[in-house]
């Protein structure tokens, strides 16, 4: 089987962390990130960046950005 190249590992970002991919995909995803400094850090932000999103509660909108916000949809339904 070919290395697997960058773009590879890219498109199996999401199912990697989510431990969805068939095992041999998974030894040739971490052969390559072994020697790929980019990928690596690549797949590390990602798999924080989901941490962080699942395990956080969202952060109140400041009063102002929610009336903002409600004026806007209230608007677009109405057009709709």
Request: hydrophobic fraction near 30%; proline fraction near 6%; include cysteine.
């Amino acid at each position: 089987m070919p290395a697997m190249r960058c773009r590879q590992v890219v498109d199996k970002i999401s199912e990697y962390i989510d431990g969805e991919l068939d095992p041999e995909l998974v030894r040739e995803l971490e052969r390559h990130l072994e020697h790929c400094e980019d990928c690596r850090i690549v797949v590390d932000t990602t798999h924080k960046t989901v941490e962080v999103f699942c395990h956080t509660d969202p952060a109140p909108l400041p009063d102002d950005v929610s009336e903002r916000l409600n004026q806007m949809f209230s608007q677009r339904f109405r057009k709709g």
